[in-house]
T-cell receptor, first 113, second 107 residues
Framework: DAGVIQSPRHEVTEMGQEVTLRCKPI?????LFWYRQTMMRGLELLIY????????DSGMPEDRFSAKMPNASFSTLKIQPSEPRDSAVYFC???????????FGDGTRLSIL | AQRVTQPEKLLSVFKGAPVELKCNYS??????LFWYVQYSRQRLQLLLR??SRESIKGFTADLNKGETSFHLKKPFAQEEDSAMYYC?????????FGTGTSLTVIP
């Protein structure tokens, strides 16, 4: 398996634009997690899904952030409108179950100008 | 409540010196503990898990239920050990990460 695949690897866009981050989990994994990593706040869990259903989105910063998982092999994290303070590395991770070790993607390095 | 505590945000040691990254957890049941490592600009990778009782890259970690700790140790630090280290806990129901410790090994 290729592991968790995220795209794009890097994204630079202007404030106010819509940003969509994509994730393909490991096949057979039932849980998917979105994290944000910054120097100031470390690794923050934004939202996670079990069997494509959002379970806990309490980490989502505000209404500008939304996440979907239309099927078992694809998830998106959308920011609209984007702001400079959203600049961070966004990681997607998947696991067999929500309590099992997570496997991380390479992350998307997002810069909002 | 914070389930996993890593008290040191930054840790610097000299090459060849012993290193210990601290991790304490809060859980009354039977925990499963993990250490993840993240090298510069790379993904987080699972380093070791306590049930394996193995040594990876010279690192070991022992689960101490009495002290609710799972400290990561290496007797002689190497420059390539410089990275971010995250302790993680599985309760059998949820998975929690600590806030991480950035280790710098000084040549």
């Amino acid at each position: 398996d290729a592991g968790v695949i995220q795209s794009p690897r890097h994204e630079v866009t202007e404030m106010g634009q819509e940003v969509t981050l994509r994730c393909k989990p490991i096949s057979g994994h039932n849980s998917l997690f979105w994290y944000r990593q910054t120097m100031m706040r470390g690794l923050e869990l934004l939202i996670y899904f079990n069997n494509n259903v959002p379970i806990d989105d309490s980490g989502m910063p505000e209404d500008r952030f939304s996440a979907k998982m239309p099927n078992a092999s694809f998830s998106t994290l959308k920011i609209q409108p984007s702001e400079p303070r959203d600049s961070a590395v966004y990681f997607c991770a998947s696991s067999l179950a929500q309590y099992q070790p997570q496997h991380f993607g390479d992350g998307t390095r997002l810069s909002i100008l | 409540a914070q389930r996993v505590t890593q008290p040191e945000k930054l840790l610097s040691v000299f090459k060849g010196a012993p290193v210990e990254l601290k991790c304490n957890y809060s859980y009354s049941g039977s925990p499963e503990l993990f250490w993840y490592v993240q090298y510069s600009r790379q993904r987080l990778q699972l380093l070791l898990r306590h049930i394996s009782r193995e040594s990876i890259k010279g690192f070991t970690a022992d689960l101490n239920k009495g002290e609710t700790s799972f400290h990561l140790k290496k007797p002689f630090a190497q420059e390539e050990d410089s990275a971010m280290y995250y302790c993680a806990l599985s309760t059998g129901n949820q998975f929690y990460f600590g806030t991480g410790t950035s280790l710098t090994v000084i040549p």
